[in-house]
């Protein structure tokens, strides 16, 4: 565990101090100051301590050295520091007696100084390289950070390039070319900055491109005064490496990038002038003279020639210490191509990613240490991350290539070296007197420290001074949380990273001081429920006050938890644990319980009866007969007035089912109607007849069946329909009674008829089996469309029960067709030409809406992220299906396409199928098998019925059934209590904006906060348009979703989520705003987002205001824009009391033209898949790449066995993140266009 997790953990209160047994601080030398080391003992042991707690954890501290500073210049010094650390750890020091105690368990490195003579590089080469260096940084930094097609003025008082000759004319000494190059930088970069106010470009990427060129200039400038000419070009190559995967450019957006990389490459060539441009030539032809040329330092040749010495050495094990990432990083390059010269030695380099420089993981890092071990790499660079953290293996040879800074690391890269006659060599410049003073100081520290260390072991630990733990802190009794004056500041700023941002502003408080007063004035931003805090105090710790007593507010109105930290982190992390609850996929399939036998003693079989009136809607030469459905148990009233329309091969068959009475039937006659549907269906399904008479045989009086039903063919006698018992007993004919003449033999089924030919085809009968006789071929062809008939009566029955389980549950008698309720519980995989898409469209428009508007009332304190959070925690499709789940909403979902042969035949018990029972309330029903089925399709299934209700039963008839599924919804007048004290004639045009919207507003502060951006930071304006936008959003989209609902009552499903993803959009909202004038008072204060706006009305022309997809327009909007549009709305809704027609009124005419089928283009990735699915071609994943600042996407299909492929190109935006999207969308409308003309050809 880190330090600070640790920390993090005693502050909130997830853990007690004195949970902990032993508390063992592994380089305890941090423990001073504000380091997390510390701060754990001062704010939670010793405070516990004083307090007289007595199970404290027992503390065990390891250190290499006490001492963690550049060493000091008595022993009294000495002691000091040590004193100082054993009373923060309230532990003494132990130690041994002498170094020679270690050295008989641990060896130690013979330390030995290596002099070398500063010769310095020739001036003439220096001067012009750090000449060029200059004029690059300039030009990076001013010229080249003007965005394409914006001017920039720049006013220099005196040229680069002639006070550069200038500062040459002075004298040339080393220290007087440093006094030079810091004028110069000092110069220019002042120049920079006057002339940087006058950039078009946002001030924190220009802020962070300037800090990102300096830091670079500054590398490659101390790799030319300590490592020579051809090092700083190799760290110019590094630098400019695109694809390289140590760079981390931080957050500078994408022109930013540009422009440091720019610089890298011309400096890389500006550099690479003054190298031979011979192609034989190498840095290691002749190492002494690349030193006379200046390519090579000679520090850098000292070090050369030091590991030259040990090239004897058969497996050596070489760590050198640098200071700069940089240095490490060339000096691999180095050794790359000049050791192999001495051995097989291979070099890595390892170093940590503060600078930004370079972005090694820590499992790259292991990797080399593991290579090291093993020998496959011999010599590591590494800075001072190899101190200490990583366990490297005993090396045999340590080189200080930079000095050590302090004790502690000298002491600490020292014991790196512990192999028998291991060496640590320490590089010094001949006549830096200072340093190897420093260096000896270092050799004796360990001595004098453990001395100071026994002298004064049993002195008792001092208390804690009070400077140290009387900080003021606030604790929480409940969780014991606490917090300090000084972690205050570091709380309040996470508080307010966690407050709702865009891509134009990022919360932050901010902090105004006025000296005179001694008065500080904390800001916070809009969407925190405090928004100023003030404070008077000393002047030191004013701004430490004011976040302390920020936090104590936040705390107790709830912003801040008991444990103290933001309420949306226990939000989101409530929400991921939904989101990890557990799904059985495997889940049951209903069948209705009027369909299954029941048992009868009765001698006289009661049966209801049924007439099927089947009407073909289409010609064909064998006409359909009616059918008589026998059932033991009455069907519901819907079910058996239902009228059914079947999609057949040939056409449309509508069935209407009629309940015509009740019979009795014998046992004898129930077997013989039972034999007769069996033997008739099962030679329509699988055409086998070598089974059939075994299995008729098997059929006895008593029926172990569980589905029990008939399916009867019908004749009439007058009016009235009858049972066509004589083409039943057709099942009695026996094949033995053929007749003997075989004249007419061509009748039935023997004589058959294509439907492309006249011609009949006569089977002699000797080649026939004759199963079942007299029977007409229409009575077959009727019974064929029976299993598709069946089906849909069964989901049918099952619909009616899942309706009577909500109607047992309403107070109102909400009436909704049987119809609709298959349609919600049918998806599209049915293959159906109904299914649930667009109820499940209108359920979640409805749904979204009803929960935001009782979330926005019922949190009226609460920011758009919290409200966000907590609307998805109720709407996922994690709860509804759950919620699904604890109704048994899987087992009525129709998720299969019907296969006929998969039917189960009435009466025909081939064990196959099992039926068991089960309760639903008080209702019963049966589970006839198990299937897989998506989490996802039951939350569908919630969101269609919900849609069900609303389009049939309106607003109360959806609430009722989301009451009943478990999310309650009270639409109640809550109040919204606005504490927004503005005027608002002052601050926005009022009346014109109530003319545009055609609506008079009884609090135009609403306006007011309807249009203030989050980045508009004005103390006047208490709030921005957020809780008003998440309002508005739900509004908008569900006004216009029911608006496309009731326009299209007929669309094909499908339809309705393409309208409604044309109409709800970011860019239609955006666009119609342009159009409006609303960009013009939006108040804000982002200069990014002002020149975003800016940049989409200069576009607004170019664009077509029928085509709002977005997709056809590669321009991106801000969604400010549409933001403002919704939040609007939502003023609307609440200066309205919560009138929605009154909001569509409002705004509807800005949104005009609405979308319509005629306007609508189709998303072309949804057009091509539906192009693949019907067609059958096999569509491959998306390949995304990005690179050299394009963003690529290359979509595969195979048709017909060849393979067709289409790539698409983008440069990445300059003020956008990179995005695949728009590209993925390029790519499919190409390949769409290439395969329609294929197909048509």
Sequence with gaps: MTPQILLNGLRHGFFKINMIKVLII???????????????????????????????????????????????????????????????????????????????????????????????????????????????????????LTRPGLRAHFIFSVSIPDRVSQLINLSPGRKQQKEKRD???????????????????????????????SKIHSALIHCL??????????????????????????KLDVFGEKIVRSYSVDAFHAIGTCIPSDPDWTIVNDVKASVDAGFLTTKVLCLIESLSEYRVLRDIRCIIFVERIITAVVLQSLFSELLPKYGNWKTKYIAGNNSGLQNQ???????????????????????????????????????????????????????????????????????DFSTHSRLKNYLTSGDVMRKESLCHASDPCSPLSNDLCDEEFYHV?????????????????????????????????????DKQMGVCTLHLPKSSPIRTCCVKGNFKSLKQKACFEACKQ???????????????????????????????????????????????????????????????????????????????????????????????????LTVNLKYIGLIRLSSDQVILCRRFQIALFRVLMDHKAEKLTELLSDLTSGNNSKIDYLLLPSNYMGQNPVIDWLSISSILFSYEKVWKNHVDCNAGMIQTKSESSNAFVELPPELCDVIMSPISISTFYSFTFLPSIMHRLESLLLATILKKMLLDHFVHNVAIPTMKVLEAITTKKCLESFHLESLETLGDSFLKYAVCQQLFKKHQNHHEGLLSIRKDKMISNTTLCMLGCDKKLPGFIRDEPFDPKGWMVPGYNCGRYTLNEEKLNTRKIYVSGRRKLKSKRVADVVEAL???????????????????????????????????????????????????????????????????????????????????????????????????????????????????????????????????????????????????????????????????????????????????????????????????????????????????????????????????QKKHYEQRKPIVSHGNGVSSVTIEVEANGELTSMLALKELGLDLQPSSQMVSINASYSLLHAMLQEVES
């Design 26 to 144: 592994d380089e305890c030398h941090h423990a001073r100051g504000k380091h997390p080391y510390a701060s754990i003992m001062t704010e939670f042991y010793h405070r516990q301590l004083e307090a007289g707690v007595s199970d404290l954890p027992r503390i065990f501290g390891m250190t290499a050295s006490p001492i963690n500073t550049k060493g000091a210049n008595s022993a009294d010094s000495y002691w000091q520091k040590i004193h100082e650390l054993e009373t923060i750890m309230n532990s003494k020091v132990y130690t041994c007696v002498s170094e020679s105690v270690l050295t008989q368990f641990i060896p130690f490195s013979t330390p030995k100084f290596k002099f070398y003579q500063d010769m310095e590089i020739p001036y003439v080469l220096y001067a012009r390289l750090v000449q060029e260096l200059n004029v690059l940084k300039v030009k990076a930094r001013l010229g080249n």
């Design 183 to 213: 004028t110069d930088n000092t110069c220019t970069g002042f120049q920079h900055e006057c002339s940087l106010d006058n950039l078009d470009l946002e001030a924190s990427a220009a802020e962070s491109t300037r800090r990102k060129i």
């Design 225 to 250: 005064d300590e490592l020579g000419v051809w090092l700083a070009l190799k760290a110019a190559e590094y630098l400019s490496c695109y694809e390289s995967e140590f760079l981390m450019w931080g």
């Design 361 to 431: 993981t820590r499992k790259k890092q292991n990797e080399i240490v593991e290579e090291f071990r093993k020998g496959m790499v011999n010599i590591i660079v590494a800075t001072s991350i190899l101190e200490e953290g990583l366990d490297v293996q005993a090396c045999n040879l340590i080189i200080r290539f930079d000095p050590s800074p302090t004790v502690c690391s000298f002491i600490q890269s020292r014991g790196r070296a512990r192999m028998q006659n291991s060496d640590y060599l320490l590089m010094v410049k001949s006549g």
């Design 477 to 513: 009794a409940s969780t014991g949380a606490f917090m300090t004056l000084s972690s205050s500041v570091g709380l309040i700023y996470f508080y307010c990273s966690r407050l709702p941002a865009d891509g134009y502003f990022k919360p932050t408080p901010r902090c105004i001081i």
């Design 554 to 652: 936040l705390h107790q109105i709830g912003a801040l938890t008991d444990n103290l930290v933001p309420d949306i982190v226990v939000e989101e992390n409530d929400a991921e644990e939904i989101g990890k609850e557990s799904y059985n996929d495997d889940q049951p399939i209903f069948f209705p319980p009027e369909l299954v036998n029941q048992d009868s003693q009765e001698s006289m079989t009661k049966y209801y009866c049924y007439l099927m009136e089947l009407k073909q809607n289409f010609g064909y030469e064998f006409p359909v007969h009616n059918i008589i459905l026998l059932v033991r148990s009455q069907l519901e009233m819907e079910a058996k007035s239902v009228g059914i329309e079947l999609e057949v091969d040939r056409g449309t």
């Design 946 to 1172: 919900i849609g069900a209700y609303l389009s049939t039963g309106g607003e109360v008839a959806a609430l009722l059934f989301m009451n009943w599924i478990g999310i309650t919804i009270d639409f109640r007048n809550i109040p919204y209590e606005r504490h927004f004290e503005v005027q608002a004639e002052k601050i926005v045009n009022v009346q014109h904006l109530e003319s545009l919207l055609n609506y008079s507003f009884q609090d135009p502060s609403l306006l007011v906060e309807a249009l203030t951006h989050g980045s508009y930071m004005l103390a006047e304006i208490p709030g921005c348009y957020q809780r008003l936008e998440f309002l508005g959003d739900s509004v908008l989209d569900y006004l216009i979703t029911r608006h496309l609902y009731n326009k299209y009552p007929g669309i094909s499903p499908g339809l309705l989520t393409d309208l409604r993803s044309a109409s709800v959009n970011n860019n239609c909202y955006a666009l119609s705003a342009v159009k409006a004038g609303l960009h013009k008072h939006i108040l804000q204060s982002s200069q990014k987002l002002y020149k975003h706006i800016k940049e989409t009305v200069e576009s607004f022309q170019e664009l077509s205001l029928d085509c709002t997809f977005g997709w056809e327009s590669e321009k991106s909007f801000p969604k400010v824009l549409g933001d403002v549009m919704e939040s609007l709305a939502g003023a609307i809704f609440v200066d309205s009391g919560y009138n929605k027609e009154t909001v569509f009124r409002s705004i509807r005419p800005l949104l005009e033209p609405l979308i319509t089928l005629e306007t609508m283009t189709v998303h072309p990735v949804k057009e091509l898949n539906e192009l693949c």
